[in-house]
C-alpha cells in the first residue's frame, strides 16, 4: 500500500499561536516522520503557507518557514486544513486571499480534502461540504450550521469519514482522524503500532458529545430564574413540567414559551441536561455507584442512566467515568 504525498495549510495570518500550532502539530507528527519498520513507503508531507512562505512569530517570538506556496497543495493525494484564523471563525473575516480557490482545484484534480477543528470552515466555503455530513469543535459546530445551511454538521461525533472528504473535531479529535487516515491508507496493523509510540489508544469510544457542556446558559429571565435555581436543587424529585409551571406561577404553557424563548430548548429537555450534567459530575467526581448517580441525578434506574448517558452522551457511565473521574483531595 502506497501512503502518497500529504499537503498542509499553514495560515501564516494566525501568527502559529500556541492553541493552533497544536493542531498544526498533529499532521506533522503523524504523516512527517518515517516509519521504516512499519511501512516500506511513509508519507511525502508538505507544508504549504497561505502568504508569504516566511510566517510572522508576531507577539508569540518564533514563526513558521515552508517551502511551499498554496501552488503546492494542487497535485497532492492528501490535503489537509488546520485550524484558519479566529477572526474567520467569530467574525466571519474572509479567509487568506486564494484559499478556497486552491482548494476547489486540488479537489478537482483527485485530492482527498481534510480538515481538522475550524479548517472545517475553509472547506465548506470552498463549497466542498455542501450535502455532506461533517463536524468540527462543538464550540463552533451552531456557527458552521448557521453560516453553511447546505452542510449537515454533526457535533456528536469525533470525525467523519465521508470518502474523499474527512473533517474532525477540534485539538486531539484531530490525532484521531490522522491515525485513522493511516488505517485507511496502510492498515490496522501499522496505524495501531504507531498510536502506541505516540501512547494514544487508537481507536477512542465515544465521540464529542462526551466532551459537551450539555448544561443550559443562565437566563436574563427574573420570573424564571429562582424556579430554575430550585429544580437544580431538587433534580433528585420526580419533577415535571406542571411542578415547575406551578412553582414559577404560571401555566404550563407559559412556561413553555418563555423557558425555551430563554434558554432555546424544551422544559423537558432542559431537565434531562441537567439531570446528565449532575450524573457526569457525580462520575467525574465521586466513587459513588452508578445505580446511586442514576438516583441522585432523578435519572433512576443505572439501566436507565445508561440509556441516557449512550443516547446523548454517546458513552456508557462507566467509560465515561474511566476517562473523566479524579478523586478529590483528602
Excluded at 482527498?112 to 475550524?118: F, P, W
Excluded at 484531530?174 to 504507531?194: E, F, I, S, T
Excluded at 502506541?196 to 458529545?209: E, F, I, L, N, T
Excluded at 435555581?229 to 413540567?241: G, Q, S, Y
Aim: net charge negative; with cysteine.
Amino acid at each position: 500500500m502506497s501512503a502518497g504525498s500529504v499537503a498542509v495549510v499553514v495560515a501564516d495570518e494566525i501568527g502559529v499561536p500556541s492553541w493552533d500550532l497544536y493542531e498544526l502539530s498533529i499532521p506533522l507528527t503523524v504523516f512527517g516522520k518515517p516509519q521504516p519498520d512499519l511501512a516500506e513507503s511513509w508519507y511525502d508531507l508538505r507544508l504549504c503557507a497561505t502568504g508569504e512562505r516566511d510566517t510572522s512569530g508576531g507577539d508569540f517570538g518564533f514563526g513558521l518557514r515552508t517551502p511551499y506556496g498554496l501552488e503546492g497543495l494542487v497535485g497532492a493525494d492528501t490535503v489537509v486544513v488546520t485550524s484558519v484564523p479566529d477572526a474567520c471563525v467569530e467574525e466571519g473575516a474572509p479567509l487568506p486571499p486564494g484559499l478556497t480557490d486552491v482548494l476547489r482545484r486540488a479537489y478537482e484534480a483527485g485530492a482527498r480534502m481534510v480538515s481538522l477543528c475550524t479548517g472545517a470552515f475553509a472547506l465548506a466555503e470552498a463549497g466542498l461540504l455542501d450535502g455532506r455530513r461533517a463536524t468540527a469543535h462543538w464550540m463552533h459546530t451552531a456557527q458552521l450550521a448557521a453560516r453553511y445551511p447546505d452542510v449537515t454538521v454533526d457535533d456528536s461525533v469525533l470525525y467523519v469519514d465521508d470518502g474523499d472528504v474527512l473533517t474532525s473535531a477540534g485539538l486531539t479529535a484531530g490525532l484521531d482522524l490522522c491515525l485513522h487516515l493511516v488505517r485507511r491508507d496502510l492498515g490496522a496493523h501499522v496505524a495501531n503500532q504507531l498510536a502506541r509510540r505516540m501512547v494514544v489508544p487508537a481507536h477512542r469510544p465515544g465521540g464529542q458529545a462526551q466532551f459537551i457542556d450539555l448544561s443550559v446558559p443562565e437566563t436574563d429571565d427574573a420570573g424564571l430564574g429562582p424556579v430554575l435555581e430550585w429544580a437544580r436543587a431538587h433534580l433528585d424529585r420526580p419533577l415535571t413540567v406542571d411542578d415547575l409551571a406551578r412553582r414559577a406561577a404560571m401555566s404550563p404553557r407559559t412556561f413553555y414559551r418563555r423557558l425555551q424563548a430563554a434558554t432555546g430548548t424544551t422544559p423537558l429537555q432542559w431537565l434531562l441536561n441537567q439531570r446528565l450534567a449532575r450524573a457526569q459530575s457525580l462520575l467525574e467526581s465521586t466513587d459513588l455507584p452508578v445505580e446511586k448517580v442514576g438516583e441522585l441525578s432523578g435519572l433512576g434506574t443505572a439501566n436507565n442512566l445508561r440509556h441516557h448517558f449512550l443516547k446523548q452522551v454517546g458513552v456508557s457511565p462507566g467509560d465515561y467515568r474511566r476517562s473523566f473521574f479524579s478523586r478529590p483531595a483528602a
